[in-house]
């Protein structure tokens, strides 16, 4: 399984990632984002989970940026530490 995306001028897909390709990244106490990144080649996708303590789902695209590095947040009860734990 890949992601990909299409150019809007060319109508191009290229694929930013795979499963297999996946790295966690808990995230640390100096305020950085736990996140999963996917990577194809030279490109790069970073997924950057927020936490929902309002039970709010959002998925955000942040676009390119540096060139090859696609930037997203997905904000869900499940980014919060134990935030989908078994009770």
């Not at 929902?52 to 695209?61: I, K, M, R, W």
Request: charged share 15%; net charge negative; aromatic share 10%.
């Amino acid at each position: 399984m890949s992601c990909c995306i299409v150019t809007v001028s060319t109508g191009v897909p290229y694929n930013l990632g795979t499963q297999e390709s996946a790295v966690w990244s808990p995230g640390s106490d100096s305020g950085e984002d736990a996140s999963v990144t996917y990577s194809a080649g030279e490109r790069k996708t970073i997924v950057r989970l927020l936490c929902s303590t309002s039970g709010e789902t959002h998925f955000e695209v942040v676009g390119e940026g540096p060139v090859g590095v696609y930037n997203f947040f997905l904000t869900h009860k499940c980014a919060c530490w134990n935030g989908c734990g078994s009770k």
